[in-house]
């Protein structure tokens, strides 16, 4: 089977390794480097990683698993009668084809914009660590997670580091988590300004509803808008991603959707470990194997600096602590989502038990 993959971020390429020993993988990706860690882009420009420690499988990894690998080739249109891509530097035939096309980062359009910088490729990161390690200070606006990690590993790193954020709380959690994580990046001297509402910028200064900010560089995180273009283009139904079902077939046959671009019933992932699980959950179907993607249960791991938070399940409005580091969330009596701060390992056994019971 001739399979044809568009992106080669996590979901491509964890795709592609599962499948290559069987078929006749061929990814089309539109950067011109190979696979590289984006989690690790934030450990990159903080100076706590090398540059190629970012890129764990060379070119030569691809020819071993012999995954053909079109590297700054776009795609521009499905012929989904035909089965055929069509990229910019001519047309793939397939007999199934995997949208992994990711997102890009969602922007700010207030007055003064261009002055941003956004993070989502080694290009972004590299200009970002330039302007960090020239000027020695970051504001970010955005408390999700991908802000947050950017703080906690530049402010461990000396870089005097601020917050802004729309709401009163980080990452959609609740007040006392988000009192915990801000604590916790306080400590290395990080500054939070919730409950903003950014207007402008004006030379060095990041102007709110309630005061001015000094501010040299400026990152807007404020979450990712999917990469449906193609999709879109090509006649496929979408929303704010590519609309799939639980076993990411999108509107048209033969054409699947995996990662940051896929959407189901207003879910989108928007981690790594989502899109790495999506493949599995894809390469099992496309082997036969039944299975289907709990859209619904959460799995994230993150770290803010030195601190470690999992966010497993559901989050319902029902919250209460079970000692000082793991929060339960209830429905009907019964736990169905944690948070548990710091001890990765318990946040594990507690993943294994709550999927154990749905
Ligand atoms: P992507 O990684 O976005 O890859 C999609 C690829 O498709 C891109 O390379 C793009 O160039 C290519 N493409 C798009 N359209 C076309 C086209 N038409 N033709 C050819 N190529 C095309 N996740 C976690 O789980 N944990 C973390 O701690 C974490 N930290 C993060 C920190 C940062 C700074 C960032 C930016 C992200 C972080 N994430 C984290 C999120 C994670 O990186 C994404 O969720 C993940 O990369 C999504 O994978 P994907 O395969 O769906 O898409």
Redesign the pocket.
């Known amino acids: 089977m001739k399979v044809v993959i568009?992106?080669?971020?996590?979901?491509?390429?964890e795709l592609a390794k599962q499948l290559s020993e069987e078929h006749e993988v061929t990814i089309?990706?539109?950067?011109t480097v190979p696979y590289y860690t984006?989690?690790m882009?934030?450990h990159y420009v903080a100076g706590l990683a090398e540059e190629k420690s970012l890129f764990p499988y060379p070119i030569d990894w691809y020819e071993k698993k012999g995954i053909k690998l079109l590297l700054g080739?776009?795609?521009?249109r499905i012929d989904a009668e035909k089965k055929v891509l069509e990229?910019d530097r001519g047309t793939l035939e397939y007999d199934v084809l995997v949208l992994?096309?990711?997102?890009k980062?969602r922007t700010l359009k207030i007055p003064g914009w261009e002055r941003m910088y956004t993070?989502?490729?080694i290009e972004d990161?590299k200009r970002l660590k330039g302007a960090v390690e020239r000027e020695k200070d970051l504001l970010i606006i955005g408390g999700g997670?991908?802000g947050l990690?950017?703080a906690g590993n530049l402010s461990k790193q000396g870089i005097k580091v601020k917050v802004v954020e729309k709401m009163t709380r980080l990452m959609g959690l609740d007040e006392e988590l988000t009192e915990r994580i801000k604590g916790e990046l306080e400590k290395h001297g990080v500054e939070f300004y919730l409950g903003r509402d950014v207007e402008r910028i004006e030379n060095d200064v990041l102007v709110t509803d309630k005061e001015e900010i000094p501010a040299r560089v400026i990152l807007c995180s404020i979450g990712i808008v999917p990469?449906v273009?193609?999709a879109k283009e090509s006649g496929l139904d979408v929303n704010r991603g590519i609309l799939v079902d639980k076993t990411f077939r999108t509107s048209k046959p033969d054409i699947y959707a995996?990662?940051?671009?896929a959407e189901h019933e207003g879910i989108i992932?928007?981690?790594?470990?989502?899109?790495m699980a999506h493949a599995k959950v894809l390469a099992n179907t496309l082997k036969g194997i039944p299975d289907e993607y709990d859209f619904h249960f959460r799995s994230?791991?993150?770290?803010f600096g030195d601190f470690p938070i999992a966010i497993v399940g559901e989050l319902t409005d029902r919250g209460e602590w079970i000692d000082s580091e793991t929060k339960s969330f209830y429905r009907d009596e019964k736990i169905v989502g944690v948070v548990v701060l710091s001890d990765v390992r318990k946040a594990r056994e507690w993943e294994e038990r709550l999927r154990s019971t749905r």
């Open positions: 568009v992106g080669n971020g996590p979901g491509g390429v089309v990706e539109r950067e984006k989690p882009l934030s080739t776009t795609a521009k990229t992994a096309t990711g997102a980062p993070l989502r490729t990161a997670f991908i990690e950017i990469e273009s193609l995996i990662g940051d671009c992932c928007g981690t790594a470990k989502a899109a994230s791991y993150f770290k």
